[in-house]
């Protein structure tokens, strides 16, 4: 078993200990055959929860919106028109749908993300063992009613096994069309316990005591809401009542990583660190409800993320990071936790923004023959050398 001690969780230094890829227990000894690695006082956080990406699309340039749109047909209208006229635009399109998965996974593993939302088709590959930040599953979706009609819409939601999250675009503009797909979900019968409305822009007071009362709830991603509509939800009372998770929508229109995210997040609503961390660990986990993550708990999954002591989650960047676990294995880190818990064979030196880091050498392989990259991560040494 591995022991990480010296870690501090939840305000307490203790003791985590993992078997394989759950957590067996938090406050015990290490026992005499454990692996044992100090972390000396780093905080150890559950592996963090992006509520909403679309994995191939972050390999694009943040497109700069020509004026503030009212609601979100718009913005596709004009997205359409560019991508006939601009060439950038059309060449990444044209990166194979592989290789811009892959690069959606990297985009959320360097920022501590371990498990992801993706809002479209579950492609095979996002099942893929390899695959390197876990994709929810069990999820039932629709893009909006804009795009796919109310019958469509009807049907995914009915589709949707019982006990897993059913989640939608909607309410994403400023206007009052975006304002009544609300009504026309609730008349729909489709704003139930499962639903997860991503965006909520326009929501009134009405609407919000409305999606309190039907016990639904909210994927925020402020930073996409701001660069299209120059506003972003009101969830003050829909964060009191742990209603909301935390998104980054993809790179076209919002942040870099999730970690920017809970910075652009925290510039909206005053939220105590503890209760921001919740958007993107336990609060997310039980909206899209997956149980066993975003917890440091035994029986949880190890899923881990380790950041340098006392500091909150809002000032952590891509290279603070210390280490991030997955199922049990690390796959990314500084140099001196990751060679003590594998070979050094086991891992590739690389730089993120800058900085020396390791990551694991299997996916530096992979990410070194693709025909677009990651801004910020460069891939400069040897296989096998990480320190
Ligand atoms: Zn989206």
Redesign the pocket.
Same mark, same amino acid.
């Given at each position: 078993m591995l022991a990480l001690t010296g870690c501090e969780v939840g305000g307490e230094r203790t003791t985590v200990r993992i078997a394989g890829s759950r957590i067996v227990s938090v406050g015990e000894r290490p026992e005499v055959q454990d692996q044992v690695l100090d972390l000396a006082g780093d905080r150890l956080l559950p592996g963090l929860i992006n509520a909403? $990406? *679309?994995l191939p699309l972050n390999h694009l340039p943040r497109l700069e919106p020509a004026r503030r749109y009212r609601n979100v047909r718009e913005w596709i209208d004009e997205l359409d028109a560019q991508r006939r006229v601009e060439g950038p635009l059309e060449a990444a399109v044209a990166v194979p749908l592989g290789e811009r998965l892959l690069l959606g996974g990297v985009k959320n593993l360097l920022s501590g993300v371990t498990t992801v939302a993706h &809002?479209d088709p579950l492609y095979p590959e996002l099942c893929d063992p390899g695959y390197p930040v876990r994709v929810v599953t069990r999820y039932g979706w629709a &893009?909006s009613l804009d795009i796919e009609g109310e019958a469509k819409v009807r049907e995914s939601h009915r589709r949707t096994p019982a006990g897993w999250p059913w989640i939608i *675009?909607a309410a994403?503009g400023v206007d009052e069309a975006a304002r009544d797909e609300f009504r026309r979900l609730d008349r729909l019968g489709c704003l139930q316990s499962d639903t997860l409305l991503? &965006?909520g822009v326009a929501l009134g007071p009405q609407e919000r005591h409305r999606l309190i009362a039907a016990s639904a709830a909210l994927i925020w991603?402020p930073s +996409?809401n701001l660069h299209l509509f120059g506003v972003t939800a009101d969830v003050v009372e829909l964060v009191r009542t742990g209603r909301v998770a935390l998104?980054t $929508? +993809?790179r076209l229109?919002?942040s870099s990583d999730l970690l920017d995210e809970l910075r652009a997040a925290a510039g909206q609503v005053a939220m105590t660190p503890g209760a921001l961390e919740s958007l993107v660990t336990r609060d997310a986990a039980r909206l899209l409800r997956l149980p066993d993550c975003g917890s440091v708990a035994p029986r949880a999954r190890a899923d881990l993320l380790v950041v340098p002591a006392g500091m909150p989650l809002q000032r952590v960047r891509r290279r603070d990071i210390r280490l991030v676990i997955l199922d049990g294995v690390a796959l990314y880190g500084d140099p001196d936790l990751a060679c003590a818990l594998g070979p050094s064979e086991r891992w590739t030196e690389v730089r993120v923004d800058g900085r020396v880091k390791a990551l694991e050498a299997s996916l530096a392989e992979r990410l070194r023959h693709l025909s677009a990259g990651e801004p910020g991560l460069e891939l400069t040494a040897v296989a096998g050398r990480a320190a």
């Amino acid at each position: 078993m591995l022991a990480l001690t010296g870690c501090e969780v939840g305000g307490e230094r203790t003791t985590v200990r993992i078997a394989g890829s759950r957590i067996v227990s938090v406050g015990e000894r290490p026992e005499v055959q454990d692996q044992v690695l100090d972390l000396a006082g780093d905080r150890l956080l559950p592996g963090l929860i992006n509520a909403h $990406d *679309h994995l191939p699309l972050n390999h694009l340039p943040r497109l700069e919106p020509a004026r503030r749109y009212r609601n979100v047909r718009e913005w596709i209208d004009e997205l359409d028109a560019q991508r006939r006229v601009e060439g950038p635009l059309e060449a990444a399109v044209a990166v194979p749908l592989g290789e811009r998965l892959l690069l959606g996974g990297v985009k959320n593993l360097l920022s501590g993300v371990t498990t992801v939302a993706h &809002h479209d088709p579950l492609y095979p590959e996002l099942c893929d063992p390899g695959y390197p930040v876990r994709v929810v599953t069990r999820y039932g979706w629709a &893009h909006s009613l804009d795009i796919e009609g109310e019958a469509k819409v009807r049907e995914s939601h009915r589709r949707t096994p019982a006990g897993w999250p059913w989640i939608i *675009h909607a309410a994403e503009g400023v206007d009052e069309a975006a304002r009544d797909e609300f009504r026309r979900l609730d008349r729909l019968g489709c704003l139930q316990s499962d639903t997860l409305l991503v &965006h909520g822009v326009a929501l009134g007071p009405q609407e919000r005591h409305r999606l309190i009362a039907a016990s639904a709830a909210l994927i925020w991603c402020p930073s +996409s809401n701001l660069h299209l509509f120059g506003v972003t939800a009101d969830v003050v009372e829909l964060v009191r009542t742990g209603r909301v998770a935390l998104g980054t $929508d +993809s790179r076209l229109t919002g942040s870099s990583d999730l970690l920017d995210e809970l910075r652009a997040a925290a510039g909206q609503v005053a939220m105590t660190p503890g209760a921001l961390e919740s958007l993107v660990t336990r609060d997310a986990a039980r909206l899209l409800r997956l149980p066993d993550c975003g917890s440091v708990a035994p029986r949880a999954r190890a899923d881990l993320l380790v950041v340098p002591a006392g500091m909150p989650l809002q000032r952590v960047r891509r290279r603070d990071i210390r280490l991030v676990i997955l199922d049990g294995v690390a796959l990314y880190g500084d140099p001196d936790l990751a060679c003590a818990l594998g070979p050094s064979e086991r891992w590739t030196e690389v730089r993120v923004d800058g900085r020396v880091k390791a990551l694991e050498a299997s996916l530096a392989e992979r990410l070194r023959h693709l025909s677009a990259g990651e801004p910020g991560l460069e891939l400069t040494a040897v296989a096998g050398r990480a320190a």
